[in-house]
């Protein structure tokens, strides 16, 4: 079952790691990897890496039909979407008719389905969870997110070269840096510098 916390370690493949929470799964998933340039920080390259993202919290979707090929490349697509129209929403550019229709489409299929356990206490999502009903809550998370009253806190990291986005969730809206621990921090030191370099 789904829980409350968003974020995932995030690795370069030049060499280390942060942890980067987009505020929200299907943010999240969109960084995944990508296309083009974004290749080289793919993540799922076989049907099995899907299953296990999606088994990671907080979407805790252990696929209980093993993912399909289709199912992949569908993901892929979905990912591209969510990633186009985040990027569109943050920049205040209108968002793309495909990724609208690419999202729509995955949204329109069943998505997980919750379910309590017999004493009522806990739940966990009912059988057959499916990686394209997971798609299809992650497709729906989207849609709420830009129709919502967030979408005008999506908004990419603040840093010259990052195009990590997210929404900001927090209460002064005051977010700017994909991670304090990366972007923001290189930020302040480059300050730092700058002034050191003016008082000399």
């Avoid at 809206?173 to 370099?197: D, F, P, S, Y």
Wanted: aromatic share 6%.
């Amino acid at each position: 079952m789904r829980g409350n916390t968003t974020g995932r370690v995030l690795h370069d493949p030049k060499g280390g790691s942060f942890v980067f929470d987009a505020g929200a799964v299907c943010l999240d998933f969109a960084h995944t990897g990508g296309e083009g340039v974004y290749a080289v920080f793919e993540s799922l390259h076989e049907p099995a890496d899907l299953g296990a993202w999606l088994a990671e919290p907080p979407l805790d979707a252990v696929v209980t039909v093993p993912v399909t090929a289709r199912e992949l490349a569908a993901a892929k697509t979905l990912r591209q979407a969510i990633w186009d129209a985040a990027h569109a929403r943050a920049a205040g550019r209108p968002l793309s008719p495909g990724s609208v229709a690419t999202i729509n489409r995955a949204a329109a299929a069943a998505p997980l389905a919750p379910e309590l356990d017999a004493d009522g206490t806990s739940a966990a999502w009912a059988a057959p969870v499916r990686a394209a009903r997971a798609l299809s809550t992650i497709a729906r998370e989207m849609v709420d997110l830009l129709s919502g009253p967030f979408a005008g806190r999506i908004r990419e990291c603040a840093s010259d070269n990052c195009p990590l986005v997210f929404v900001d969730l927090s209460r002064p809206g005051a977010r700017r840096w994909c991670a304090m621990e990366r972007c923001g921090n290189r930020h302040k030191l480059r300050a730092m510098r700058a002034r050191r370099a003016k008082d000399a």
